[in-house]
């Protein structure tokens, strides 16, 4: 097959643009990015051939190496990874089409003019991140199992392009033509040795797999396949130590955030980091990361969720959703088990009794995080229920065992305060004299509810009411039904019995008015015919002259739209 010539798609062209041009500070991280992928593709490789043992593919010294040629300015990363075939490299390097860019893209559109910089740090491109660098990208592989290679090329400009190659080694390598060299400033030099290390000491000494460089030194001085054979030796960069396995103050933060950023594939730092250790008859070691931003497409089916599932070291799984609810489906990690098959299926494991214990261990640990950040550090609490609030709360629906723990870490908005949220505990202490229920509604924002008729009686005397404005509030606040003996209740259905000793209605007065207005009701409900079930009189309005109200049974306007929605 001939050299063929593709454009990008607008989208990847205006990323690339960026990357070019990039004055992001922080230029180094390309090479994480780079070693990331590897580091993916070996992973990839050895569950394939765990999973298919026919697999043609050399499984026998996995690696990534580091290539540097001073003399033709060129820096090559290389692993004999899963590979990708001409097809895959079309998909995964030719268009941008994994979750994190879309969403990058879309703040990039709406980004003010100089902002842009600033998403590059948030965000990240992984592969595309070399032509911060680089001013031409080549990419070679060939799939495990395949004959056939593929060439992809790219000065970043527009155009890429695509050739078969008949003697690709298996896996991939990526060679970046960097751009000249700036006299000034030596500090960005990639082809010095001693810059290459020192990257990868500090962004991927964790990586499970051995990235190993040509070294300087003499053979005998070197601790790796010395093979005196003419070929220089060849030095390991980084210490493949397992962050769970080691001791806590052994490791720093920013290492746990490098970890992060290589399991989440996210440039950002995340909230919070969660160790956990169980010992006894089934041993395991967890790393959890809370995120800081909830990825865009968490509500929708696409959503990659799961834990990475290592075998004492060994990845066996990489999204495996059966270690934790699907609530909790923002959360990352690793978790790694002494005793589990390496063969382990998702199936097995779903109905596994020692994955079931770990699911509701780790479960436990991150409702108690959470719990501990909202005691003591209030800011990082707001952020985490910001973001992932709405996904938590389905967890009030779906896990009773976890019910009150989910409770406790609750927050919603409420008329009590503009702009700061009410946990359920500080609205029962702020609860009226007389008042034994707890009063919210639902509805599509802040706004649209309090304007609302039916808060105007409670608006009046006083009374706090809660208002929730996702659609899973609905659901969940009918299963949850109480909070500390008090019932929640929404002021939109059945008959609501405020305290009626500040209201001066009688018994005998409110009979007397039924009767007066038993005319007017009576006309009311047949002009309303098929479209309600009931006119009353009612003491909760003070403004409005009327409002609908629906049974405590029935559902509410939202849900009812939610329902219809979905197409029930
Ligand atoms: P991400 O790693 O977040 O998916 P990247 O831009 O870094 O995004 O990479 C895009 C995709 O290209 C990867 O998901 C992977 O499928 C493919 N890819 C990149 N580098 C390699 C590699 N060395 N080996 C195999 N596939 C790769
Ligand atoms: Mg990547």
């Known amino acids: 097959m001939p050299t063929e010539t593709f454009e990008f798609q607008v989208e990847a062209r205006q990323l690339l643009q960026l990357m070019i041009h990039s004055v992001y500070s922080n230029k180094d991280v390309f090479l994480r990015e780079l070693v990331s992928n590897a580091s ?25 190496e580091i290539d540097i040629d001073q003399d033709a300015r060129t820096l090559t990363v290389r692993d004999n990874g899963i590979g990708m075939s001409y097809d895959e490299v079309g998909q995964l390097i030719g268009t941008i089409a994994h979750s994190g860019t879309a969403q990058f893209l879309q703040e990039l559109r709406e980004a003010k003019e100089g902002a842009e910089e600033g998403l590059i740090g948030q965000f990240g491109v ?83 797999w051995p990235i190993r460089m040509a070294s300087e030194a003499p053979a005998a001085d070197s601790d790796d396949d010395g093979k005196g054979d003419g070929t220089p030796a060849l030095e390991t960069l980084n210490s493949m130590k397992a962050l769970w396995a080691r001791s806590r103050d052994e490791v720093s933060e920013e290492e746990y955030h490098e970890l992060y950023k290589h399991v989440g594939h996210d440039w950002r730092d995340p909230l919070e980091t969660i160790r956990l250790q169980a010992e006894g008859t089934f041993e395991y070691q967890a790393l959890l990361f809370l995120p800081a931003h909830a990825p865009f497409d968490l509500f929708t089916r696409d959503y990659k969720r799961g834990l990475q599932l290592y075998v004492r070291r060994v990845l066996i799984m990489e999204d495996c959703e059966a270690l934790l609810p699907p609530y909790l489906r923002f959360v990352k990690g690793v978790v790694d088990a002494a005793d589990l098959s390496l063969n382990v299926s998702r199936e ?28 003591k550090d209030s800011d ?44 359920l505990k500080q609205y029962v202490e702020r609860m009226k004299d007389g008042q034994d229920a707890i009063y919210y509604l639902t509805g599509e924002s802040r706004q649209s509810i309090e304007a609302s008729p039916h808060m105007e009686a409670f608006r009046d005397r006083g009374i706090e009411v809660l208002l929730l404005t996702d659609p899973v509030d609905e659901v969940w606040a009918d299963a949850v039904g109480e909070y500390e003996g008090k019932k929640l209740r ?41 479209d309600i079930k009931e006119v009353r009189l009612s003491s909760r309005l003070t403004v409005s002259p009327a409002c609908m109200v629906s049974d405590s049974g029935d559902l509410t306007p939202a849900l009812e739209n939610m329902y219809r929605a979905m197409g029930q």
């Open 40 to 64: 993916d593709a070996l992973d990839k490789l050895r569950l394939e051939k765990l999973r298919h043992d026919t697999l043609d593919a050399d499984t026998s010294d996995l690696h990534i």
């Open 490 to 530: 929404s002021v939109a259905k059945g008959q609501i019995d405020l305290d009626t000793r500040d209201t001066d209605t009688s018994d005998e007065e409110q009979k007397k008015r039924d009767e007066e207005y038993a005319a007017l009701l009576g006309w009311m409900t047949q002009e309303l015919g098929e």
């Open 126 to 208: 992984g592969f595309y991140s070399g032509f911060m660098v680089a001013d031409e990208m080549t990419l070679l592989t060939r799939r495990a199992g395949e004959g056939e290679g593929t060439r992809w090329t790219s000065r970043g400009e527009g155009t890429y392009t695509l050739e078969t190659v008949a003697d690709a080694p298996q896996g991939t390598s990526v060679t970046l033509h960097l751009k000249p060299a700036d006299p000034d400033n030596q500090l960005h030099d990639y082809t010095s040795a001693f810059k290459v290390r020192e990257i990868i000491k500090r962004y991927s000494d964790f990586i499970t």
């Open 348 to 375: 097995i494991l779903q109905q596994d009794r020692h994955i079931e214990m770990m699911r509701r261990r780790l479960t436990k640990k991150v409702l108690s995080t959470v719990k501990d950040m909202m005691a």
């Open 380 to 423: 990082r609490y707001a952020t985490l229920w910001r973001e992932f609030g709405t996904v938590l709360k389905e967890g009030l629906v779906t896990d009773s065992e976890n019910r009150d723990a989910l409770l406790a870490v609750a927050s919603f908005a409420s008329t009590h305060h503009d702009s700061e949220q009410t946990t």
